[in-house]
């Protein structure tokens, strides 16, 4: 996977995250994705910087320093355009793997207690 890839698979789950709880922490967030809240913080800010979420205020929070991260209009297209690519390269990998689990089934002696269909 290429490192562009693995981008466009991080700002794919922060933002379908975000969408369903604009009110997830920055470290709920990264421990949801898998990376430090320093990366977290800075793939947030770059995404306030290309106009796919905004910043509002956390209504029930008692620290009105915390923020929702609500996404726009257009983080809400971008979301959509990242399903469509995530969904296609998770689709072709199934595919490739459904394959090459064929490949070692078939490389196994038959029985009829060994062999089974995936």
């Known amino acids: 996977m290429t490192r562009s890839q693995l981008q466009e698979d991080m700002h794919f789950r922060i933002l379908r995250l975000l969408q369903e709880n604009p009110e997830m922490s920055q470290r709920d967030l990264a421990k949801a994705v898998g990376v430090s809240v320093g990366r977290i913080n800075y793939v947030l800010n770059a995404l306030v910087d290309k106009g796919l979420v905004k910043l509002g205020n956390f209504t ?3 620290d009105k320093r915390r923020y929702a991260y609500v996404l726009t209009s257009k983080g809400i297209a971008k979301r959509a355009a990242l399903t469509r690519s995530f ?3 998770k ?3 199934y595919e490739a793997l459904k394959h ?4 070692l ?3 196994l002696p038959e029985t009829t207690h060994e062999k089974r269909k995936i």
């Open 87 to 89: 969904l296609a390269r």
């Open 105 to 107: 089934q078939s490389e």
């Open 100 to 103: 090459e689990i064929e490949m």
């Open 91 to 93: 689709v072709a990998e």
């Open 60 to 62: 029930a929070a008692k």
